[in-house]
């Protein structure tokens, strides 16, 4: 779907999957206001194709525009692109009763030709998809975790609540170092102290305090420089729904370090559409490295992604009316 100015939203296709040209002074290439989404399209055990809460994209992408100073696409565009671009074949989404799902990534960008910067009046709007298997072929595996303090993904006032491309270029560096030291991820710092969690590479994070009838869940508070995950938002309810307190507020990386020690954190799991719920078993900084509990993933991570994966599947019921059907 196009954009520009004078014409609003037209020019809406489907094409087959190639190349698409761009003036050279394209404002995306040189300024790189892009925005995108990430979710996914999941087989019901009755053979319709459905997602997970994507009116929540749908908003955050509406939201990740306005950051980006461009032109909101309406709900009703983003999700009929969706359903139709299923439409096509849909035996892209593969069988319900597995791990896989159909991704879907839709994206925006400036296409508007001009070396002055300014926002762009001229935009592009894609959806692309991709088969996305199991995120855990041999079963859930805690992943290690890097605290970066040397870079910091996003500040107060910039661009860190927004699925801005430009967040994930600033991360690239740091995701090379997490790897470096041989972890998995890069655990992001606020900009300030750099001392608070904010969120994971591409995931939010939770800390299980304490077990059984006494857990309860922390997580950091939306400190208008990391991403409001759908995931983050729907485990608080889905925690709630099952009787464990949530708080939402500042974790400072000394607080995580000295509680998993002693003990009262018993719990460390990320969240996101892609691995859905993923355990953080050890967590690695300049100063050292700990693990958290024995490593291994904790029994309210993988009783939460039990019931979120069966939301997603079709196997629990879905109190809430996440699911929307697409096809
Ligand atoms: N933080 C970042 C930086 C992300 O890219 C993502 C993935 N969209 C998330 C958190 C998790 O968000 P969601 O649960 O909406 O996938």
Redesign the pocket.
Known sequence: IRFTRQQGWHDARIQPYGAITLDPAAMVLHYGQAIFE?LKAYRQPDGTIASFRPDANAERFRSSARRMAMAELPDEMFLASLKELLAVDEAWVPEAGGEESLYLRPFMFSTEAGLGVRPAAEYQYLLIASPAGAYFKAGVRPVSVWLSTEYVRAAPGGTGAA?FAG?YAASLLAQAQAADQGCDQVVWLDAIERRFIE??????LFFVFGSGAEARLVTPELSGS??P????ASLIHLAEDAGIPVEERRVSVEEVEEKSRSGEITEVFA????AVITPVGRVKHTGGEYTIADGEPGEVTLALRDTLTGIQRGTFEDTRGWMQRLL
């Open positions: 990430g699925k967040n969120e994971m590479g591409g995931m939010n990391l991403l995950g759908i995931t983050r969240c996101g559409t892609a």
